[in-house]
């Protein structure tokens, strides 16, 4: 769960990273390959993705 603007900046990083990471693996991987590792990325980036979010929606003043 995020917490404040500093862990949502590094959710926000850590998820570009990992797409950056399955962008390369599309080139380089072959195609099972590609599928076993980037179904791992996708299920982590989706849930970063699910966070921030979360965290977007909620106003700034209230409690996480």
Request: charged fraction near 30%; avoid cysteine.
């Amino acid at each position: 769960m995020i917490k404040n603007d500093t862990e949502l900046k590094t959710s926000q990083q850590r998820i570009a990273y990992f797409q950056d990471l399955v962008m390369q693996l599309r080139v380089k991987a072959t195609p099972e390959e590609f599928l076993y590792v980037s179904s791992g990325y996708r299920v982590e980036i989706e849930k970063m993705q699910k966070e921030v979010l979360d965290y977007l929606t909620q106003h700034s003043k209230d409690k996480i």
